[in-house]
């Protein structure tokens, strides 16, 4: 009976200390398919709350890893969830809008840090006067620097969504640094 309970005991550890996420995407007619594609690891659940009034679902592609269907819903506030159980990439799409598609691709355990670098994107690139940056993680701050490592702007970011405005910037290469609590991520944008 001591081994039954120090089994039991260990496996209720090892299931605690792999706490799963939730993450929630925005779905709407002209979501950007990058806003909505995203890396997660097994046993994570995305949940798609949509954002306008029009009937939309969250269907899978024919050779996604799983297959999940939200069936048809109508108006702002229904969701879905699917919790994703394999490794492998879900293809997914709107039956009812032909352009509203993403990619949940789904690995082996994760880092938060390597769930945050693999979850930021950025649009335009190149960029003329603006710069959108997506994230899962509602990000807090970022920081521009230019190519020979000087820091040209600091700005305070609200939400998972900021838009960047490089208007007053010279055309170049620069570095955003998007930051949500102690993550960090650097990627390279290019001002025309």
Known sequence: MKKFNLLLFAVLTASMATSQTTFDLDWFVGVPSQNVSI???????????????????????????????????????????????????????????????????????????????KNISFYPNPANNRVTVTSLYKLDSYKIYSVLGKLVTQEAATGNITEIDMSKLESGIYFINATSGELNSTFKVIKQ
């Open 39 to 117: 890396t997660i690891e097994t046993g994570d659940t995305v949940r798609w709350t949509w954002t306008d009034e029009v009937p939309h679902s969250v269907t899978s592609e024919s050779g996604s890893q799983e297959d999940f269907d939200s069936g048809i819903l109508t108006g702002s506030g229904s969701q879905f969830s699917y919790t994703f159980t394999e490794m492998g990439v879900n293809d997914y799409k709107c039956e009812v809008h032909s352009g509203m598609v993403g990619t949940i691709t789904v690995e082996q355990t994760a880092s938060l840090e390597d769930k945050f670098r």
